[in-house]
């Protein structure tokens, strides 16, 4: 049995590597198939070579996490373990060292949990027109809207847009009860949501009342022209060709967009292609336009979300 051993300087440092009851401990010896012990100032790992090389390196990205003020939960080290698989372990400064880009209503900050939302982030910033493509979980449409909210509290846009087309999810619906803006507020229920956590429901109410924040359906969109404004385009997947040349062709001076979707959660009538797709490959290589991919290692919902993708991924391929 190989034994490596991992010095670590300070004693709080330690502490939090093992967390309350051993539990982050535990997940790493399980994923590794290592035992891991403490022992004075350091911890000693025991196992396999490989497996043993492997956890001692997430180890040490754990240990620069805490040096950097980030709290080790499971989602982190899943992510550390994911960084670890591909060799990106020397990357993990790019992750702890991001800069906030907002806080929530409840006081939380918001900030990349992994390195494809960094390069989401950066990509956003950047450009004029940024297109997210990932599965579900990977923050496409939540870090989107902090960015938004960002900009508007630094007065860099006059207001924030969101919109997503009006397509239901493989099932028939009916008609719907109330005015029009009742039908169509559960398509647009998870962009509230966002913004909610953003602002809190009395700020995004004033808001909102003053013009400031828009939620509508696709529809709306057309025959605007957006200046000075953040514009969000969520579950771009179920437009058409039509219809994302229509929403591309509403940004104005000053202003930024953000496109997101998921490719593998198409919802449009048979014989209908996703705008999203095509957009993708008739946009490849524009100058000022960003097309980011996100993969299910970029998931920070609960775990099995990421399971669940590499499941259906599995599926499709075979």
Do not use: W
Not at 253 to 277: C, E, R, Y
Request: glycine share 8%; net charge neutral; charged share 25%.
């Amino acid at each position: 049995m190989f034994e490596q051993t991992v010095d670590i300087e300070r004693l709080e440092h330690l502490v939090n590597l093992f967390g309350s009851f051993d539990e982050n401990i535990k997940r790493l010896e399980k994923q590794y198939n290592v035992q891991i012990l403490s022992h004075g100032s350091c911890v000693k790992v025991r196992g396999d070579v490989i497996a043993v090389n492997k956890a001692c390196r997430a180890i040490g990205c754990l240990i620069t996490m805490l040096s950097r003020g980030e709290q080790i939960t499971a989602q982190g080290i899943d992510t550390v373990v994911s960084m670890v698989e591909d060799g990106d372990e020397d990357k993990i400064s790019s992750i702890t060292d991001a800069d906030c880009i907002c806080i929530t209503s409840k006081g939380r900050p918001v900030k990349p949990k992994t390195l494809g939302q960094r390069k989401y982030i950066d990509a956003i910033k950047e450009h004029t027109v940024t297109i997210g493509v990932g599965p579900a979980g990977t923050g496409k449409t939540y870090l989107a809207v902090a960015l938004a909210v960002q900009a508007f509290r630094n007065k860099q846009v006059n207001r924030i847009v969101l919109t997503r087309p009006a397509v239901e999810a493989g099932e028939s619906l009916g008609f719907l009860p109330g005015d029009l803006q009742q039908k169509v507020d559960p398509y647009l229920r998870p962009l509230y949501d966002a913004l909610f956590d953003m602002l809190g429901a009395e700020n995004f109410q004033r808001c909102q009342e003053r013009g400031d924040i828009e939620v509508a359906p696709l529809a709306y969109m057309r025959g605007r022209t957006l200046d000075d404004s953040f514009i969000i385009l969520d579950e771009a997947q179920n437009t058409t060709g039509e219809q994302m040349k229509m929403f591309l062709t509403r940004l104005g001076f000053n202003s930024k967009a953000v496109v997101t979707g998921d490719v593998t959660q198409i919802d449009l009538p048979s014989g209908k292609k996703s705008g999203l797709i095509e957009a993708v490959r008739v946009l490849k290589g524009i100058d000022d336009i960003a097309t980011v991919q996100l993969t299910a290692k970029d998931v920070v919902r609960h775990r099995l979300i990421q399971e669940i993708i590499k499941a259906y991924e599995r599926a499709a391929n075979k």
